[in-house]
């Protein structure tokens, strides 16, 4: 199964900058390393080692576990206030005013609620000679080592150029493009490079960032990879190419839940508007009577309202007990 190269989440991380700015609203641990993070109606997913990206598709949650209940915590209420990739690396940052989730999206991965550099959670407690990933420990990122082409061509290694390259923290899979764009063997070592083919590097590198688009490649019908360069049928965002590639789960019990409750939402609304166009009919139905009495009796009460003009309420008393009808005489109504 493909999983997210560097230059995929530095990708997705721009696709998804519209979240900032939205609250927090629920956290799900979906399975053993997978996910899910929702801000309103956006859900993101997130696979850890393979892939984080907006879904449309939802899997069933099971009962809440202690990180995904002191996640739920801390979060509650909270402002997405940036995200943002770390470097150049596959770890990605969800800020929420200084509360931070952060997802290592590298080997199998790992995620961590973090505040003010302290380590509230972490999914799997882990330890490097450099660092440790455990509780109320400081958290410090992955070192990195991202160099830019000018530094790889400088260090003059006798390493090939498709390993030196992986110092570029595109992913390997972009590596092998900007190559085979460039026309240079992998297995050349960057000493050996001319002047001329690291210039063809260069610009192959240039023209590659420059055109990146959502794809997903089939055999077939069926998915079979995913690119931001090269062939395939493009897609309008990434997210959608990956909800593509990686398929459709089954639908969760809340799913079903959110779809029931907007069908009744939907249902009530209909019954409100039925309801008041037969009120409004109904209305209009005694509009038309009384416009119609009025029409017929037009003289009649012309000349009642003539005989108050000139001499007042007790002349109109006198008609409506001669006539049998309802006069309000504190409120000035004449009931024919």
């Known amino acids: 199964m493909r999983t997210m190269a560097n230059l995929d989440y530095t990708f997705m991380v721009r696709e998804l900058q519209p979240l900032a700015g939205k609250f927090y609203d ?4 979906l399975d053993d390393g997978k996910f899910r993070l929702k801000f309103g109606r956006d859900n993101i997913i997130i696979e850890l080692g393979i892939r984080l990206h907006r879904t449309k598709y939802l899997e069933q949650a099971p009962e809440a576990t202690p990180f995904a209940m002191k996640v739920r915590k801390e979060l509650k209420g909270k402002l997405l206030t940036k995200l943002s990739q770390h470097k150049k690396d596959r770890v990605i940052i969800f800020d929420f005013d200084g509360t931070q989730l952060i997802a290592e999206m590298f080997a199998t991965g790992n995620l961590i609620l973090v505040r003010d550099g302290k380590i509230l959670a972490v999914y799997s407690r882990k330890h490097w000679k450099s660092r440790s990933l455990t509780a109320k420990s400081e958290y410090k990122p992955p070192p990195s080592e991202t160099k830019t082409l000018e530094e ?10 498709g390993s030196a390259l992986r110092a570029l923290d595109v992913g390997m899979s972009y590596v092998r493009v900007i190559l085979k764009d460039a026309g240079i063997p992998d297995s050349k070592p960057v000493n050996e490079l001319t002047k001329e083919e690291q210039e063809t590097i260069e610009e192959t590198f240039r023209k590659l960032m420059g055109s990146l688009a959502p794809r997903v490649l089939y055999a077939g019908e069926k998915p079979e990879s995913y690119s931001l360069s090269g062939k395939g049928k493009k897609f309008p965002t990434l997210s959608e190419a990956l909800d593509e590639y990686y398929g459709i789960p089954e639908a969760s019990d809340e799913q079903a839940e959110e779809k029931d ?10 019954e409100s508007q039925e309801k008041r166009l037969k009120e409004l009919a109904e209305e209009e139905e005694d509009a038309k009577e009384k416009a119609e009495f009025i029409y017929a ?20 008393e006198k008609l409506a007990k001669e006539k049998g009808w309802k006069l309000d005489k504190k409120e000035k109504e004449l009931e024919i």
């Open 152 to 161: 790889i061509f400088n260090l003059k290694s006798e390493a090939p150029i």
């Open 297 to 316: 009796h037009y003289e009649e009460i012309e000349k009642i309202l003539e005989t108050y003009d000139r001499s007042g309420i007790v002349p109109i």
């Open 261 to 270: 409750q907007e069908m009744e939402k939907l249902k009530y609304l209909l």
């Open 26 to 29: 629920k956290f799900y641990e």
